[in-house]
């Protein structure tokens, strides 16, 4: 069974910075990679799909890195501002027919400081 | 139209009550999906809606009853839930096409059982 981590789970850095967000996978048979932003009490929006081809993927001030030979996503933001403060969600796509839904890891909480 | 809604925002109900989640989407989107969200969790998924045709999550209590009425919208009956059934639940909907099947969700309901 496949499964997601992310590390940290807790990340709190001043404004300005910039900041690597981590998430591993066991499988490396993945269909794509999506990052997601939450924030409390909210759905999810979606920040970044890799698909299992591709490399990395960029928007804004955010990228996202895939490995899939060694099971690794990062999400590198640049320039970190108090808006950026949420939980980050990585999920995995396991099967292209879509019939598996994603599996998700357990997020990493964000605050940036004023 | 690039959004999925849901309604209601917030819903409580009793044991013993029958209410139906609904969520819409207009993007030509072929998949929908129903996720279960607990406090501090990530998402579950429950249902998984494929050009109309659903792939069951074995685990999804029968108090719980998907619909796909068409393309655009599904329906999440319910009846006869447990207080542990309070969660957000989140509705998400993808193209599933050669580009990698990116998945975006609704803003969700926030359910409470008593």
């Known amino acids: 069974k496949q499964e997601v981590t992310q590390i940290p789970a807790a990340l709190s850095v001043p404004e300005g910075e910039n900041l690597v967000l981590n998430c591993s996978f066991t499988?490396?048979?993945?269909?794509?990679l999506q990052w997601f932003r939450q924030d409390p009490g909210k759905g999810l929006t979606s920040l970044l799909l890799?698909?299992?081809?591709?490399r990395e993927q960029t928007s804004g001030r955010l990228n996202a890195s895939l490995d899939k030979s060694s099971g690794r996503s990062t999400l590198y933001i640049a320039a970190s501002q108090p808006g950026d403060s949420a939980t980050y969600l990585c999920?995995?796509?396991?099967?292209?027919?879509?019939?598996?839904?994603?599996?998700f890891g357990k997020g990493t909480h964000l605050i940036i400081q004023p | 139209d690039t959004e999925v809604t849901q309604t209601p925002k917030h819903l409580v109900m009793g044991m013993t009550n029958k209410k139906s989640l609904k969520c819409e989407q207009h993007?030509?989107?072929?998949?929908m999906y129903w996720y279960k969200q607990k406090a501090k969790k990530p998402p579950e998924l429950m249902f998984v809606?494929?050009?109309?045709?659903?792939?069951i999550n074995e685990s999804v209590p029968s108090r719980f009853s998907p619909e796909c009425p068409n393309s655009s919208l599904l329906n999440l009956h319910l009846h006869a839930l447990q207080p542990e059934d309070s969660a957000l639940y989140l509705c998400?909907?993808?193209?599933?096409?050669?580009?990698?099947?990116?998945?975006?969700f609704g803003p969700g309901t926030r359910l409470t059982v008593l």
């Open positions: 499988d490396s048979a993945i269909y794509n």
């Open positions: 809606y494929s050009y109309e045709k659903l792939s």
């Open positions: 998400a909907s993808s193209l599933r096409d050669r580009w990698g099947n990116e998945q975006f």
């Open positions: 890799i698909q299992s081809s591709q």
């Open positions: 999920a995995l796509e396991i099967s292209g027919g879509g019939a598996d839904g994603l599996t």
């Open positions: 993007m030509g989107h072929r998949a």
